[in-house]
C-alpha cells in the first residue's frame, strides 16, 4: 500500500467538527476519538493519517509538504498565508474578524494615530492599510478585550462569534472586517502527485458537506 | 550589543561533507546533459542594480529583496532571479551573436525568506535559456531536457507538469474587469481558493466567462483535461492555444518514460514573466516544485532586444535535500593512511603518491608515533596503515 494521505486537523473545536464529518463521510475515526496523548492516528478503513496539531502549525506542515491536507481556520490562513491550495469552504467553525472598541465611543475621531490591540498583526495592519490609516499595533496574547479597558489601545482586532464577550466587557463591533469559516487546505505538489486519492476524498467531504 | 559571530542569517546555512558531495555531484550530471545538448555557462554577478528587476513585466516585491547602496548610493539588489540578468547580457554583450543562444548558469538567488518558516533566503538554481526561436521544436528541446534532468538527478518518481498561461489571459482579457479585479482572479487562481474565486466572479457577473474562469483551477490532471477545457469555453485563440498545448502533451507523452505527465491551465503565478507554454517539475518526497520554467517572449524586450526565449530552471538545494534523505553518502572514505618514521618523510609522501595512483584515498599521518596512528585509524574506520622507514611495512 502506498504511504497513508496525511490530514492536519486543528485541535480543539475545528477538530471535532472535522471528525463529525470525517465519521459522516463514512470513516472510521475511532482511533481519533480514543487518541489519548497520540499526535498521528490512523483512520481504519483507509489509507489515511491524521495529525493533530495547533492551528499556525497545520498551515506549517502542509506548506512544506510533510501533511498532505489540512483543516485549518480562514482566520489562521489570513494571518499567516502561504503556499499550498484552499479548495473547500467547510462551512463549519463560522466567525469574523471585526474591530471593536468601547461602547459609545468615535473610534474614527480626530487624527491621532490609533492603538490597536490583537492576536492577528497582519490582518490589523492589512485591514488599516486598505483605509490609508496608520496604527500602532500591539500584540496580545491572552484576553484583548482587556487591552481598551486598562486603555492600552483605543480598539481591538479580533474574532468575534457571538459578541458576547464584548457586550460584557462594554466594547461593542465597530466594523466587521471578514468572514471566516474552517477550510480543507491542501499541499501545492500532493494535490498534483495524489490527484485522484485527493480528489476522491474531497468530493466524499463535499458530497456530506450539504 | 549581543555579537552575532556564531551563527549564520536566518534562511541560510553552511553546507558540510556529505551535502557538498550530493549537490556536485546532482550538478555535475546536470551540467553535463546541457553541454552535451550545446549550452555553455555564464556566470552574473551577485549583485546586481535594483532597476534591472524593476520592468513591467517583472514582479518582486521590495520586502522580498536583499538591498544594499553602491558608493554613489544607487540601490543594488542581490540577485533574487537568474533569468532577467541573462536576459540583460543577452540584450547587450550578447546582441550581435547569432541565434539561437543556447545559455546555462548555477548560482544562487536570493530572497528574503518569511521569519521561522524554514524556508531558504539563498537558493542554488542551475538552468538553461535557449534564446531566439519560439518553434515547436524549441519548446520541445527545452521540455526533454527538463525531462532528462529529472530522470537523472534523483531516483525519486517525479512529475512534470505544463501548462499555458495564454489560456488564462485569454480568457480575463475577455471579462470586463479592471487590472486590480483581474489580479485578484489570478490570485484565487493560482491558490486554487475554489470558494473565494466563486464568490468574487459572481459579484463581477454571471456569463460564460465567468463560468469558465471558476472552472479554471480545476483543470488539472491527465489528458481529459483538454476535453474539459474545450467545452468551457471556445474562440479562434482558445482553440489555437489548447490545440497547441495538446499537441505538445501527445509529443511529450512519449519521451516521458518512468515519470508522470499532467497538465495545469491553472498555473498563474505572479512572479512569471511567461509568455505561453509554463512547465513545473515536482520530485516525489519535496513540498514545492524542484523545477520551473517557460516561455517568456516578452521579457528580453524590456532590455531593448526584442526576441523570443525559452527555459527552466531547477532548484538544485531541493534535489539535494530529497537525495541526502534517499541516497544518503559517506563523506569520510580515506583507506590508507602513510605513517613516517623521522627521517623519512619524503619517502613517505612519495609513497602516498603512489598509492594514490593506484585510486587508493591516502592521508598522511601527522602523528608523531605509530601507537597514536593506529589510535586515530581505528577513530576515523581507516582500514590500511603503511608505515614507512627504512622499510616499508603494512602495519596490522
Do not use: W
Not at chain 1, 487518541?35 to 498551515?59: S, T, Y
Not at chain 2, 502533451?249 to 512519449?254: A, E, F, G, L, M
Not at chain 2, 602513510?338 to 594514490?356: D, F, H, N, T
Amino acid at each position: 500500500m502506498s504511504k497513508p494521505l496525511r490530514i492536519a486537523l486543528t485541535k480543539g473545536r475545528l477538530e471535532k467538527d472535522t471528525v463529525n464529518l470525517l465519521e459522516k463521510s463514512g470513516f472510521d475515526c475511532t482511533a481519533v476519538r480514543d487518541k489519548g496523548r497520540k499526535l498521528i492516528l490512523p483512520i481504519k478503513n483507509a489509507n489515511i493519517e491524521v495529525v493533530l496539531a495547533k492551528a499556525n502549525d497545520v498551515i506549517t506542515y502542509v506548506e512544506h509538504g510533510v501533511c498532505d491536507m489540512g483543516v485549518v481556520g480562514k482566520d489562521t490562513i489570513i494571518e499567516m498565508s502561504g503556499k499550498f491550495f484552499e479548495l473547500v469552504d467547510l462551512g463549519f467553525g463560522r466567525c469574523k474578524f471585526a474591530l471593536a472598541a468601547k461602547k459609545g465611543a468615535d473610534f474614527y475621531e480626530g487624527y491621532g494615530v490609533k492603538t490597536i490591540a490583537t492576536k492577528y498583526p497582519n490582518v490589523a495592519r492589512n485591514f488599516f492599510e486598505s483605509k490609508g490609516m496608520d496604527i500602532d499595533i500591539v500584540k496580545i496574547e491572552g484576553s484583548v478585550e482587556l487591552a481598551p479597558l486598562l486603555e492600552l489601545s483605543n480598539g481591538i482586532v479580533d474574532i468575534v462569534e457571538t459578541g458576547t464577550t464584548l457586550k460584557e466587557n462594554g466594547l461593542e463591533v465597530i466594523e466587521d472586517i471578514i468572514s471566516i469559516s474552517a477550510r480543507l487546505i491542501v499541499n501545492t505538489v500532493s494535490l498534483k502527485l495524489r490527484q485522484k486519492e485527493i480528489e476522491d476524498l474531497i468530493s466524499i467531504i463535499e458530497e456530506n458537506l450539504k | 550589543m549581543r555579537s552575532n559571530d556564531l551563527i549564520t542569517p536566518e534562511g541560510t546555512k553552511d553546507l558540510l561533507f556529505e551535502e557538498c558531495i550530493i549537490r556536485q555531484s546532482i550538478e555535475n550530471k546536470i551540467h553535463k546533459i546541457f553541454n552535451g545538448r550545446g549550452y555553455y555557462e555564464l556566470i552574473t554577478p551577485s549583485i546586481e542594480f535594483y532597476d534591472v528587476f524593476n520592468h513591467s513585466s517583472t514582479y518582486f516585491p521590495q520586502e522580498k529583496l536583499f538591498k544594499l547602496t553602491d558608493c554613489k548610493g544607487r540601490l543594488l539588489v542581490l540577485r533574487p532571479d537568474n533569468t532577467i540578468p541573462i536576459a540583460r547580457i543577452v540584450a547587450t554583450r550578447l546582441k550581435d551573436t547569432p541565434l539561437p543562444m543556447r545559455l546555462y548558469y548555477n548560482q544562487c538567488v536570493f530572497n528574503m525568506a518569511p521569519s521561522l518558516k524554514g524556508k531558504s533566503a539563498q537558493i542554488v538554481q542551475t538552468g538553461i535559456e535557449l534564446i531566439g526561436s519560439s518553434s515547436k521544436m524549441a519548446d520541445l528541446e527545452v521540455i526533454s531536457t527538463a525531462i532528462e534532468v529529472l530522470e537523472s538527478c534523483s531516483s525519486n518518481s517525479f512529475s512534470l507538469e505544463i501548462g499555458d498561461i495564454r489560456f488564462f489571459h485569454e480568457l480575463v482579457n475577455k471579462l470586463d474587469a479592471n487590472d486590480e479585479q483581474k489580479e485578484i482572479i489570478r490570485n484565487y487562481i493560482e491558490n486554487k481558493n475554489y470558494p473565494a474565486l466563486n464568490d468574487y466572479l459572481d459579484s463581477i457577473g454571471k456569463n460564460d466567462i465567468t463560468h469558465a474562469l471558476k472552472k479554471l483551477p480545476r483543470l488539472f490532471g491527465g489528458e481529459e483535461v483538454f476535453e474539459k477545457a474545450s467545452k468551457l469555453f471556445s474562440d479562434e485563440k482558445i482553440d489555437a492555444i489548447l490545440a497547441n498545448l495538446k499537441d505538445l502533451y501527445n509529443d511529450i507523452s512519449q519521451i516521458i518514460g518512468n515519470g508522470n505527465l499532467t497538465v495545469d491551465l491553472g498555473m498563474v503565478n505572479r512572479t512569471d514573466y511567461y509568455t505561453g507554454i509554463i512547465i513545473k517539475g515536482y520530485l516525489e518526497g519535496y513540498g514545492e516544485e524542484v523545477l520551473s520554467g517557460g516561455r517568456y517572449d516578452k521579457l528580453i524586450s524590456d532590455f531593448g532586444y526584442d526576441v523570443p526565449a525559452t527555459g527552466f530552471a531547477v532548484n538544485v538545494d531541493a534535489v539535494t535535500k530529497v537525495e541526502m534523505k534517499h541516497n544518503p553518502v559517506e563523506a569520510f572514505d580515506v583507506n590508507t593512511i602513510v605513517y613516517s618514521e623521522p627521517g623519512y618523510e619524503m619517502k613517505a609522501l612519495k609513497i602516498a603518491e603512489e598509492l594514490r595512483k593506484e585510486h587508493k584515498k591516502v592521508e598522511i599521518s601527522l602523528f608523531d608515533s605509530i601507537e597514536e596512528t593506529k589510535k586515530y585509524s581505528e577513530e576515523k574506520n581507516i582500514e590500511n596503515i603503511i608505515s614507512v622507514g627504512e622499510t616499508v611495512t603494512e602495519v596490522k
